[in-house]
C-alpha cells in the first residue's frame, strides 16, 4: 500500500491519509467513476489515464445529428436497466459517514449515477449532472429517465432481444443499424431530449464552478477519490486549491492529472476508506 509525501519518498499503509483526514474540520470531496466502479459501474481511463474505450458520445454529435441520438437512445435503452441495479459500496458508506461526523465542507462528484446520495449522503454537487433525468434542450423541461424509458421501450420493442454488454453510464456496446430507432422528443414543444448530464465536449454551468470554486476557499483540505482528474472540470478546483495552499491529498489507483500538485496520494481502490473512516 504506497503512498507518496510532498518529498516524494515511499512508505507503507494508509496511517498518512487517515491523519491528513482526521485533521481536518472542513474537507472537500472531489470524487470520480473509481468510487463507483465497486458498485459494478464501469469506468473510461486505465491506470496510465488514458481511454479504455472509445470516446462516449459528444454534445455536438448529440445535437447536431439524429443519427447519433438514435445511436444513444438504443445503446441507453439497453444498458440503463443494469445502470439502475448497481447499489452503494463502502466507499459511499464511509464518506457519508465523513459528512455524518461534520468533517466536510461538500462533496463533488464527478459520477452521475446518484450512489452517494442513496447512500445517506445530504449535501453533493452533481458536476456532470443525473442520468435519471432528461432535460428538453429547447424549454428546459425536466423529465424522468424512467419516462423516457418506458417510452424506448414501448416504441422500439425490436432492441429487446439484441445482443449487448453493459458499458459505462448506461450506454450499451453493441453492433447494429440505428435506422429504425425511434427518438423520444420533448412532449411540451417537441424539442430534443437529452440526458441531464454533461456529454463529452460540453461546459459545466458557471453557477456551478463558482460554487465549487467557494467551498474549495472555505476548505483547510481537498480530498480526491477514484478519480484521474483528466476531465478539466474536475481538474480546474484542484489547481484552483493548489494555487491557494489548499493541501491536497489523493486516493486513487494510478495516475492522475494533479500528481505534482497532492501533498500526499495513496494508490489504493477507494473502497479503502472504509478502512479508514470508523463507525
Not at 38 to 64: A, L
Not at 218 to 230: C, E, F, Q, R, T
Request: negative net charge; aromatic residues 8%; charged residues 25%.
Amino acid at each position: 500500500m504506497k503512498y507518496t509525501n510532498h518529498n516524494g519518498s515511499m512508505d507503507q499503509g494508509l496511517e498518512p491519509l487517515k491523519k491528513f483526514i482526521l485533521e481536518r474540520e472542513n474537507l472537500l470531496v472531489i470524487t470520480g467513476a473509481g468510487v463507483s466502479t465497486g458498485s459494478g459501474i464501469g469506468d473510461y481511463r486505465d491506470r496510465d489515464g488514458q481511454w479504455k474505450r472509445p470516446r462516449p458520445v459528444s454534445h455536438q454529435d448529440f445535437i447536431s445529428s439524429h443519427y447519433w441520438r438514435q445511436r444513444y437512445w438504443a445503446r441507453s435503452q439497453l444498458g440503463y436497466p443494469s445502470f439502475l441495479q448497481a447499489a452503494p459500496n463502502r466507499a459511499h458508506r464511509a464518506l457519508a459517514r465523513l459528512e455524518c461526523q461534520g468533517q466536510l465542507c461538500g462533496l463533488v462528484t464527478q459520477n452521475v449515477d446518484r450512489l452517494h446520495q442513496q447512500a445517506g449522503h445530504q449535501e453533493v454537487v452533481d458536476l456532470h449532472g443525473r442520468l435519471d433525468q432528461v432535460i428538453c434542450m429547447d424549454c428546459g423541461v425536466i423529465v424522468p429517465r424512467r419516462d423516457v424509458q418506458a417510452w424506448l421501450e414501448e416504441r422500439n420493442p425490436q432492441l429487446q432481444n439484441q445482443s449487448f454488454q453493459p458499458a459505462p453510464d448506461g450506454d450499451a456496446d453493441m453492433e447494429m443499424d440505428f435506422s429504425s430507432v425511434d427518438v423520444p422528443h420533448c412532449s411540451a414543444c417537441g424539442g430534443i431530449l437529452k440526458p441531464h448530464v454533461v456529454f463529452y465536449g460540453d461546459s459545466v454551468e458557471r453557477r456551478i464552478v463558482n460554487d465549487v470554486n467557494s467551498k474549495v476557499e472555505n476548505a483547510d483540505g481537498v480530498l480526491v477519490v477514484g478519480s484521474s482528474l483528466m476531465v478539466f472540470s474536475s481538474y480546474r478546483f484542484v489547481r484552483h486549491a493548489h494555487a491557494s495552499g489548499v493541501p491536497v491529498a489523493a486516493l486513487n489507483q494510478g495516475v492522475t492529472r494533479a500528481d505534482d500538485m497532492f501533498a500526499l496520494k495513496v494508490e489504493e481502490p477507494a473502497d479503502r476508506l472504509d478502512a479508514i473512516i470508523e463507525v
